[in-house]
């Protein structure tokens, strides 16, 4: 991912829990695909609340502010964890991105319960019913 052209940034950030978020997994910026994580370290001398140091390299360079949100979370109910950036609002001013950022310790979404995982599948049937039906758009 080499490019003479772009200004990539890199910037750290720590969590207590990885949550299973590994190398090369992506990060959002404002719900959009804007880079990928690029280490994952645990550190069992830091605090509680920065036990895993979370190397992060952007695309293109960020702007963050006061009210920003830093958040692991579920790439999608298949499965898969990504990196999301909420940059926050321009009233509570800019923030230094030399400083480490802060991913909150508690998970931001909840797994699908049991219900709607039967529900889902029950909509599709069994393999066989489901490879028999035409899907057309």
Do not use: N
């Amino acid at each position: 991912d080499f490019s003479l052209f772009e200004s990539k940034q890199s910037i750290v950030a720590y969590a207590e829990d990885a949550r299973g978020l590994r190398k090369g997994a992506p990060v959002l910026f404002a719900g959009v695909r804007w880079g990928k994580v690029e280490s994952v370290v645990p550190d069992i001398e830091r605090p509680r609340a920065e036990r895993v140091r979370v190397g992060i390299t952007l695309d293109q360079p960020i702007v963050l502010f006061g009210d920003h949100v830093v958040r692991i979370e579920s790439a999608s109910v298949l499965g898969g964890v990504q990196l999301s950036i909420d940059p926050g609002s321009r009233e509570t001013g800019s923030v230094d991105l030399a400083a480490p950022l802060q991913a909150p310790a508690r998970p931001t979404c909840s797994p699908p319960s049991e219900s709607w995982w039967m529900r889902t599948v029950s909509r599709f049937g069994t393999r066989s019913q489901a490879s028999s039906r035409s899907w057309r758009a």
